[in-house]
Protein backbone atom coordinates (compact mmCIF):
# COMPACT_ATOMS: atom_id res chain seq x y z
CA UNK A 1 0.00 0.00 0.00
CA UNK A 2 1.08 3.85 -0.97
CA UNK A 3 0.29 6.39 1.26
CA UNK A 4 1.27 9.98 0.96
CA UNK A 5 0.91 12.75 3.75
CA UNK A 6 0.86 16.42 3.67
CA UNK A 7 2.11 18.74 6.49
CA UNK A 8 1.74 22.25 6.59
CA UNK A 9 3.25 23.96 9.29
CA UNK A 10 3.52 27.72 10.23
CA UNK A 11 7.62 27.13 8.69
CA UNK A 12 7.60 24.64 6.46
CA UNK A 13 5.01 22.24 4.30
CA UNK A 14 6.61 18.65 4.06
CA UNK A 15 5.25 15.65 1.79
CA UNK A 16 6.06 12.28 2.85
CA UNK A 17 5.51 9.27 0.46
CA UNK A 18 5.81 5.71 1.34
CA UNK A 19 5.16 2.25 0.85
CA UNK A 20 3.66 0.33 3.92
CA UNK A 21 4.00 -3.68 3.96
CA UNK A 22 3.57 -6.01 6.74
CA UNK A 23 6.79 -7.59 8.41
CA UNK A 24 6.49 -11.27 9.44
CA UNK A 25 5.19 -10.46 12.83
CA UNK A 26 1.92 -9.23 10.81
CA UNK A 27 2.57 -5.31 11.52
CA UNK A 28 2.94 -2.49 9.07
CA UNK A 29 6.17 -1.15 7.95
CA UNK A 30 6.21 1.93 6.74
CA UNK A 31 9.14 2.14 4.15
CA UNK A 32 10.12 6.03 2.89
CA UNK A 33 10.28 6.84 -0.31
CA UNK A 34 10.24 10.55 -0.70
CA UNK A 35 10.37 13.07 1.47
CA UNK A 36 10.20 16.67 0.30
CA UNK A 37 10.03 20.14 2.39
CA UNK A 38 9.31 23.82 1.28
CA UNK A 39 9.87 26.55 3.40
CA UNK A 40 6.56 28.60 3.23
CA UNK A 41 6.75 30.40 6.79
CA UNK A 42 3.56 30.96 7.13
CA UNK A 43 3.72 31.71 10.71
CA UNK A 44 6.03 35.40 9.99
CA UNK A 45 2.65 36.65 7.75
CA UNK A 46 0.11 35.01 10.38
CA UNK A 47 1.63 35.56 14.21
CA UNK A 48 1.77 39.44 13.04
CA UNK A 49 -0.69 40.11 10.85
CA UNK A 50 -3.12 37.46 11.65
CA UNK A 51 -3.64 36.68 7.96
CA UNK A 52 -1.76 34.79 5.11
CA UNK A 53 -0.66 37.16 2.34
CA UNK A 54 -1.37 37.12 -0.76
CA UNK A 55 2.36 35.98 -2.14
CA UNK A 56 2.12 33.32 0.60
CA UNK A 57 -1.17 31.89 -0.29
CA UNK A 58 0.60 31.78 -4.23
CA UNK A 59 3.05 29.94 -2.46
CA UNK A 60 1.06 27.52 -0.98
CA UNK A 61 -0.91 26.66 -4.40
CA UNK A 62 2.20 26.08 -6.00
CA UNK A 63 3.52 23.79 -3.68
CA UNK A 64 0.17 21.52 -3.61
CA UNK A 65 0.26 21.45 -7.09
CA UNK A 66 4.19 20.22 -7.10
CA UNK A 67 3.06 17.77 -4.31
CA UNK A 68 0.24 16.56 -6.94
CA UNK A 69 2.36 15.76 -9.16
CA UNK A 70 5.00 13.96 -7.30
CA UNK A 71 1.88 12.05 -5.99
CA UNK A 72 0.61 11.16 -9.17
CA UNK A 73 3.87 9.99 -10.62
CA UNK A 74 4.42 7.46 -7.25
CA UNK A 75 1.07 6.06 -8.08
CA UNK A 76 -0.01 6.78 -4.20
CA UNK A 77 -3.54 5.38 -3.56
CA UNK A 78 -4.55 6.97 -0.46
CA UNK A 79 -3.54 10.69 0.96
CA UNK A 80 -3.98 12.59 4.01
CA UNK A 81 -3.20 16.17 4.27
CA UNK A 82 -3.17 18.68 7.63
CA UNK A 83 -2.90 22.18 8.34
CA UNK A 84 -1.19 23.58 11.82
CA UNK A 85 -0.76 25.86 13.49
CA UNK A 86 -0.31 28.98 11.55
CA UNK A 87 -3.50 28.13 9.10
CA UNK A 88 -5.10 27.79 12.30
CA UNK A 89 -4.65 31.25 13.75
CA UNK A 90 -5.10 32.64 9.87
CA UNK A 91 -8.39 34.88 9.41
CA UNK A 92 -8.24 33.79 5.62
CA UNK A 93 -6.85 29.58 6.31
CA UNK A 94 -10.35 28.04 5.54
CA UNK A 95 -10.33 30.05 2.01
CA UNK A 96 -6.80 29.67 1.11
CA UNK A 97 -7.95 25.47 2.03
CA UNK A 98 -10.77 25.95 -0.11
CA UNK A 99 -8.37 27.37 -3.04
CA UNK A 100 -6.03 24.67 -2.94
CA UNK A 101 -8.98 22.27 -3.40
CA UNK A 102 -10.43 23.44 -6.52
CA UNK A 103 -6.44 24.04 -7.76
CA UNK A 104 -5.30 20.28 -7.00
CA UNK A 105 -8.08 18.62 -5.92
CA UNK A 106 -6.46 17.74 -2.37
CA UNK A 107 -8.63 18.18 0.61
CA UNK A 108 -6.25 19.84 3.35
CA UNK A 109 -8.04 19.49 7.35
CA UNK A 110 -6.82 22.25 9.70
CA UNK A 111 -6.54 20.07 12.63
CA UNK A 112 -6.28 21.74 16.19
CA UNK A 113 -3.01 21.48 19.12
CA UNK A 114 -4.68 18.63 20.56
CA UNK A 115 -5.48 16.95 17.54
CA UNK A 116 -1.85 17.61 16.52
CA UNK A 117 -0.53 15.97 19.67
CA UNK A 118 -2.69 12.91 19.13
CA UNK A 119 -1.54 12.20 15.44
CA UNK A 120 2.26 12.45 16.54
CA UNK A 121 1.58 9.68 19.07
CA UNK A 122 0.33 7.48 16.46
CA UNK A 123 4.26 6.67 15.36
CA UNK A 124 3.31 4.25 18.23
CA UNK A 125 7.11 4.98 19.19
CA UNK A 126 6.36 4.76 23.60
CA UNK A 127 4.59 1.56 22.77
CA UNK A 128 7.79 -0.31 22.08
CA UNK A 129 9.89 1.51 25.56
CA UNK A 130 10.55 -0.13 29.07
CA UNK A 131 7.74 0.56 32.07
CA UNK A 132 10.10 1.43 34.03
CA UNK A 133 10.26 5.02 32.70
CA UNK A 134 7.65 7.88 31.93
CA UNK A 135 8.18 9.46 28.26
CA UNK A 136 7.09 12.74 27.71
CA UNK A 137 6.95 13.42 23.53
CA UNK A 138 7.73 17.44 22.81
CA UNK A 139 7.02 18.18 19.20
CA UNK A 140 8.29 21.86 18.78
CA UNK A 141 7.12 23.95 15.50
CA UNK A 142 6.76 27.18 14.45
CA UNK A 143 3.28 28.03 16.30
CA UNK A 144 3.10 26.11 18.68
CA UNK A 145 4.61 23.21 20.85
CA UNK A 146 3.07 19.39 22.01
CA UNK A 147 3.29 17.39 24.76
CA UNK A 148 2.12 13.71 24.81
CA UNK A 149 3.37 12.27 27.82
CA UNK A 150 3.08 8.37 28.58
CA UNK A 151 3.33 6.39 31.89
CA UNK A 152 3.25 2.89 32.39
CA UNK A 153 2.67 2.70 28.17
CA UNK A 154 -0.52 4.34 29.35
CA UNK A 155 -1.68 8.01 27.49
CA UNK A 156 -1.63 10.44 30.52
CA UNK A 157 -2.51 13.46 28.84
CA UNK A 158 -1.97 15.55 25.18
CA UNK A 159 -1.53 19.34 25.34
CA UNK A 160 -0.54 21.83 22.80
CA UNK A 161 0.82 25.23 23.63
CA UNK A 162 0.87 28.21 21.42
CA UNK A 163 4.82 28.79 22.05
CA UNK A 164 6.25 27.96 19.01
CA UNK A 165 9.72 29.22 17.24
CA UNK A 166 8.35 31.73 15.25
CA UNK A 167 5.87 33.13 17.63
CA UNK A 168 9.00 33.61 19.73
CA UNK A 169 11.28 34.88 17.17
CA UNK A 170 8.02 37.91 16.63
CA UNK A 171 8.07 38.13 20.46
CA UNK A 172 4.59 36.66 20.53
CA UNK A 173 5.47 34.50 23.76
CA UNK A 174 4.94 36.63 27.03
CA UNK A 175 5.88 34.98 30.68
CA UNK A 176 2.47 34.34 31.61
CA UNK A 177 2.92 31.72 28.30
CA UNK A 178 5.79 30.12 29.92
CA UNK A 179 4.13 30.34 33.23
CA UNK A 180 0.89 28.39 31.73
CA UNK A 181 3.43 25.76 30.44
CA UNK A 182 5.45 25.28 33.06
CA UNK A 183 2.77 25.17 35.68
CA UNK A 184 1.10 22.46 33.54
CA UNK A 185 4.21 19.73 33.27
CA UNK A 186 5.32 20.07 37.13
CA UNK A 187 1.83 19.50 38.20
CA UNK A 188 1.04 16.73 35.60
CA UNK A 189 3.99 14.99 35.66
CA UNK A 190 4.64 14.60 39.58
CA UNK A 191 4.68 11.88 41.18
CA UNK A 192 5.37 9.43 38.04
CA UNK A 193 8.64 7.49 37.28
CA UNK A 194 11.84 8.67 36.15
CA UNK A 195 10.73 10.50 33.02
CA UNK A 196 12.65 10.57 29.30
CA UNK A 197 11.93 12.89 26.80
CA UNK A 198 11.06 12.39 22.53
CA UNK A 199 12.19 14.90 20.80
CA UNK A 200 10.64 15.32 17.62
CA UNK A 201 11.07 18.55 14.76
CA UNK A 202 13.19 19.29 12.16
CA UNK A 203 15.10 21.54 14.83
CA UNK A 204 15.98 18.56 17.35
CA UNK A 205 16.69 16.63 14.37
CA UNK A 206 19.49 18.85 13.58
CA UNK A 207 21.16 19.37 16.73
CA UNK A 208 20.69 15.13 16.89
CA UNK A 209 22.74 15.16 13.60
CA UNK A 210 25.24 18.10 14.32
CA UNK A 211 26.06 16.16 17.82
CA UNK A 212 27.27 13.09 15.67
CA UNK A 213 25.64 10.31 17.67
CA UNK A 214 25.04 6.94 17.21
CA UNK A 215 21.13 6.67 16.17
CA UNK A 216 19.14 5.50 19.62
CA UNK A 217 21.39 7.59 21.72
CA UNK A 218 20.04 10.14 23.70
CA UNK A 219 21.38 13.52 23.45
CA UNK A 220 22.39 14.85 27.27
CA UNK A 221 20.25 18.54 28.91
CA UNK A 222 23.56 19.91 29.05
CA UNK A 223 24.01 19.32 25.83
CA UNK A 224 21.69 21.38 24.66
CA UNK A 225 22.35 24.08 27.00
CA UNK A 226 25.99 24.05 25.46
CA UNK A 227 24.72 23.94 21.94
CA UNK A 228 22.47 27.02 22.87
CA UNK A 229 25.38 28.93 24.40
CA UNK A 230 27.14 28.22 21.20
CA UNK A 231 24.74 29.58 18.85
CA UNK A 232 23.97 32.75 20.69
CA UNK A 233 27.49 33.32 19.99
CA UNK A 234 26.97 33.65 16.39
CA UNK A 235 25.06 35.97 14.18
CA UNK A 236 22.10 34.46 12.03
CA UNK A 237 24.63 34.23 8.86
CA UNK A 238 27.38 33.25 11.01
CA UNK A 239 25.16 29.85 12.37
CA UNK A 240 24.62 29.37 8.28
CA UNK A 241 28.17 29.11 7.38
CA UNK A 242 29.81 27.67 10.64
CA UNK A 243 27.36 24.92 11.04
CA UNK A 244 25.83 24.79 7.33
CA UNK A 245 22.37 25.37 8.14
CA UNK A 246 20.02 26.83 5.57
CA UNK A 247 18.51 30.36 6.87
CA UNK A 248 15.09 29.10 7.32
CA UNK A 249 16.90 26.80 10.12
CA UNK A 250 19.40 28.88 11.53
CA UNK A 251 17.11 31.30 12.98
CA UNK A 252 14.71 29.05 14.40
CA UNK A 253 17.42 26.22 16.10
CA UNK A 254 18.05 28.91 18.64
CA UNK A 255 14.34 30.03 20.03
CA UNK A 256 13.33 25.40 19.63
CA UNK A 257 16.36 24.56 22.11
CA UNK A 258 15.07 27.24 24.55
CA UNK A 259 11.78 25.27 24.42
CA UNK A 260 13.31 21.73 24.94
CA UNK A 261 15.49 23.11 27.44
CA UNK A 262 12.65 24.74 29.25
CA UNK A 263 10.70 21.81 28.61
CA UNK A 264 13.16 19.41 30.32
CA UNK A 265 14.23 21.44 33.00
CA UNK A 266 10.23 21.52 34.40
CA UNK A 267 9.78 17.99 33.86
CA UNK A 268 13.55 17.26 35.88
CA UNK A 269 14.73 15.41 32.24
CA UNK A 270 18.17 14.81 31.50
CA UNK A 271 17.99 12.72 27.96
CA UNK A 272 16.19 13.45 24.85
CA UNK A 273 15.64 10.33 22.32
CA UNK A 274 15.18 11.87 18.99
CA UNK A 275 13.95 8.95 16.67
CA UNK A 276 13.49 11.56 13.66
CA UNK A 277 9.88 11.36 13.60
CA UNK A 278 7.38 13.95 12.99
CA UNK A 279 3.56 15.08 12.11
CA UNK A 280 4.04 13.03 8.68
CA UNK A 281 4.94 9.65 10.04
CA UNK A 282 1.87 10.05 12.36
CA UNK A 283 -0.12 11.18 9.72
CA UNK A 284 0.91 8.20 7.64
CA UNK A 285 0.04 5.88 10.56
CA UNK A 286 -3.84 7.81 11.51
CA UNK A 287 -4.43 6.99 7.72
CA UNK A 288 -3.22 3.32 7.26
CA UNK A 289 -5.34 2.65 10.28
CA UNK A 290 -7.72 4.41 8.73
CA UNK A 291 -7.75 2.97 5.45
CA UNK A 292 -7.53 -1.26 7.37
CA UNK A 293 -10.72 0.04 9.16
CA UNK A 294 -12.03 0.59 6.05
CA UNK A 295 -11.06 -2.36 4.15
CA UNK A 296 -12.30 -4.87 7.63
CA UNK A 297 -15.71 -2.98 7.90
CA UNK A 298 -16.54 -3.86 3.62
Known amino acids: MRLAAIDIGSNAARLLISDVVRNYEGKPDFNKLNLVRVPLRLGFDVFEKKEISA ?34 DASNGPAIIAEVKEATGIDIRIISGDEEAAVIYENHVAENLDKEHS ?37 QVNESHWDEMKDFIREKIKGHKQVVAIGTGGNINKVFSLSKKKDGKPLA ?78
Open 55 to 88: EKTRMIIDTIKAYKCLIDVYNVQYIKACATSAMR
Open 135 to 171: YLYTDVGGGSTELTFFSQNQLVFKRSFNIGTIRLLKN
Open 221 to 298: LDLLKDYYKEFSNFSLYERMRTYNLREDRADVILPALQIYINVMRWAGIEEIFVPKIGLADGLLHTLYDEVKLKETAV
